[in-house]
């Protein structure tokens, strides 16, 4: 019997060499996330690949998976603790390699596998290590998954088999750059800067852009895991404001980031300017949607209210549903309804066919901008940005909270919303014209000024945005609301960024 993980290890000591250190709050909605040692060792991310396979049995699924591992000091070495507890579990184990998650996700069809465990810890810094898993493709693990997880890791129940295997798997990057590049070629080599932060994507992405037609200048695609001038992160202002000087430089038609493992694309048009996803989005919506009709898309509820309210996705009679954040969820409620699409924020992009097959890919998502963009009959990208109606709206904030608090302050401040609403107060002198609560709280005025407060999924922190339709003024006005009230509580620190 495998020993029951625990969680008052300490490095350099006899029992972290000996025993399998586990922190409970590495399980998390749809992954899971660690820092690497403090909260986890490789005796533990082993405990948590018996405990993965022991799941993978108990759902009846065929236990064959795909293993990958990011471009980090230490992925190497946690896929291959992960690989030895599936192999424990009875699990077939089929190892890409150096990976990005979508490839990982791609190797499941490529494979015929139905499982995935990839090795990331996405746009997280330096220390941090996490695993993405699934056991039924193209879908990854919510809730119910990481609880069941979580509870046949940290309890001990977790089972070894025979019948377990390992094959290393040879030349996928190949096999999955031709399957990506097969679409159409562009009518003119449109050129763009792919910026990928040091990180996995560099291996990937600009050759993919290439192949397409594109006229490509790679922007920190040499793969370096100190990450020396920024985080692979397509939210943080400093990869966006690096890019947006390497596109005016080079005179460029448009600028493309990558995250940490390559399922998120961050846009900057020619004149240098960041495009937040979720109006990206609205751009890739409409031009589906211009070829389909009654085209239906899902977005995650930090999103722009230009979905509801563009008057060229209203014509082109356009359903769109706000949902959950998060990469599992936006994924299976795409799947679910069978949408063409479905956009988060934080820039993840979900293609169903014939774009992609439903998982959220970073060079997928820069391919179809720049079909986008191929098509849009001279048109730059300033202009089709232009083109949509003006909201003022904030990029994704961050404020510190442990994970063990962050619920609870959410709990809060959505009943303190929900009590200004019944009492008709007011903000800014306007009322409170609706309350969204399918993930924290979205609090939407009567004049389409809203604001949203939720736990962020894989860090501790909450996530705050805040956009009008009106003016700069009132989002501001928004954001102050939301942020005397969250300085209220003890357990709110600083935030990452502030508008």
Same mark, same amino acid.
């Given at each position: 019997m495998f020993p029951i993980p625990r969680a008052d290890l300490k490095p350099n000591t006899a029992e972290f060499e000996t025993f399998p250190l586990i922190a409970p709050q590495g399980f998390r909605e749809y992954d899971a996330r660690w820092l690497i040692p403090e909260e986890i060792n490789l005796i533990g991310i082993q405990a948590l690949g018996l405990g993965l396979a022991t799941l993978i049995h108990d759902m009846g699924v065929t236990p064959r998976i795909v293993v990958g591992h990011d471009y980090r000091s230490y992925s190497l070495s946690v896929?291959?603790?992960?690989?030895?507890?599936?192999?424990?579990?009875?699990?077939?184990?089929?190892?890409?390699?150096?990976?990005?998650?979508?490839?990982?996700?791609?190797?499941?069809?490529?494979?015929?596998? @139905?499982?995935? /465990? &990839?090795?990331?810890?996405s746009h997280?810094?330096?220390?941090?290590?996490?695993?993405? &898993?699934?056991?039924?493709? @193209?879908?990854?693990?919510?809730?119910?998954?990481?609880?069941?997880?979580?509870?046949?890791?940290?309890?001990?129940?977790?089972?070894?088999?025979?019948?377990?295997?390992?094959?290393?798997?040879?030349?996928m990057r190949e096999t999955y750059l031709k399957d990506v590049t097969s679409v159409k070629k562009l009518s003119r080599p449109i050129k763009v800067v792919a910026a990928c932060g040091n990180g996995t994507a560099?291996?990937?992405?600009?050759?993919?852009?290439?192949?397409?037609?594109?006229?490509?200048?790679?922007?920190?695609?040499?793969?370096?895991?100190?990450?020396?001038?920024?985080?692979?992160?397509?939210?943080?202002?400093?990869?966006?404001?690096?890019?947006?000087?390497?596109?005016?430089? +080079?005179? /460029?038609?448009?600028?493309?980031?990558?995250?940490?493992?390559?399922?998120?694309?961050?846009?900057?048009?020619?004149?240098?300017?960041?495009?937040?996803?979720?109006?990206?989005?609205?751009?890739?919506?409409?031009?589906?949607?211009?070829?389909?009709?009654d085209a239906r898309f899902v977005v995650d509820v930090k999103s722009t209210g230009l979905?509801?309210?563009?008057?060229?996705?209203?014509?082109?009679?356009?359903?769109?549903?706000?949902?959950?954040?998060?990469?599992?969820?936006?994924?299976?409620?795409?799947?679910?309804? +069978? /949408?063409?699409?479905?956009?988060?924020?934080?820039?993840?992009?979900?293609?169903?066919?014939?774009?992609?097959?439903?998982?959220?890919?970073?060079?997928?998502?820069?391919?179809?901008?720049?079909?986008?963009?191929?098509?849009?009959?001279?048109?730059?990208?300033?202009?089709?940005?232009?083109?949509?109606?003006?909201?003022?709206g904030s990029p994704t904030m961050a404020p510190h909270c442990p994970d063990d608090k962050k619920y609870g302050v959410v709990e809060e401040v959505t009943a303190a919303y929900q009590?200004?609403?019944?009492?008709?107060?007011?903000?800014?002198?306007?009322?409170i014209r609706d309350l969204v609560t399918v993930n924290g709280v979205r609090v939407t005025l009567e004049d389409g000024t809203w604001g949203l407060v939720r736990a962020s999924s894989n860090k501790p922190s909450l996530v705050v945005v805040v956009e009008s339709p009106v003016s700069e003024e009132r989002m501001r006005g928004m954001f102050a609301d939301v942020d005397a009230r969250l300085a209220k509580n003890v357990h709110v620190g600083a935030y990452d960024q502030k508008i």
């Open positions: 896929k291959q603790a992960l690989a030895l507890g599936l192999v424990t579990g009875g699990a077939e184990v089929l190892d890409i390699g150096l990976a990005l998650s979508p490839v990982a996700y791609f190797a499941q069809f490529a494979l015929d596998a @139905p499982c995935v /465990a &990839m090795v990331t810890a997280n810094e330096n220390g941090w290590t996490g695993v993405k &898993m699934g056991a039924a493709r @193209p879908l990854t693990f919510g809730p119910d998954e990481m609880t069941a997880l979580k509870r046949i890791t940290l309890d001990g129940k977790a089972r070894a088999r025979s019948g377990g295997s390992y094959r290393a798997v040879e030349g560099g291996a990937f992405a600009p050759e993919a852009l290439a192949r397409i037609g594109a006229e490509v200048v790679p922007l920190d695609a040499t793969l370096d895991y100190n990450f020396p001038r920024y985080n692979p992160n397509p939210e943080d202002m400093k990869m966006l404001h690096a890019l947006a000087d390497a596109v005016k430089q +080079n005179n /460029a038609d448009v600028g493309l980031a990558f995250d940490g493992d390559g399922d998120r694309c961050g846009v900057v048009d020619n004149l240098g300017r960041e495009i937040f996803a979720d109006k990206v989005g609205v751009l890739i919506a409409r031009d589906i949607s211009s070829r389909q009709k979905f509801m309210t563009d008057p060229v996705l209203n014509a082109n009679g356009v359903k769109t549903e706000y949902w959950k954040t998060g990469h599992s969820y936006i994924k299976r409620r795409a799947h679910e309804l +069978n /949408a063409q699409a479905g956009f988060e924020k934080s820039g993840h992009y979900f293609f169903n066919p014939p774009i992609g097959r439903g998982y959220d890919d970073g060079i997928v998502a820069a391919i179809a901008v720049l079909h986008m963009l191929d098509r849009a009959s001279g048109q730059t990208m300033s202009m089709l940005n232009d083109g949509l109606p003006k909201t003022y009590a200004a609403y019944k009492r008709g107060d007011k903000i800014m002198g306007l009322a």
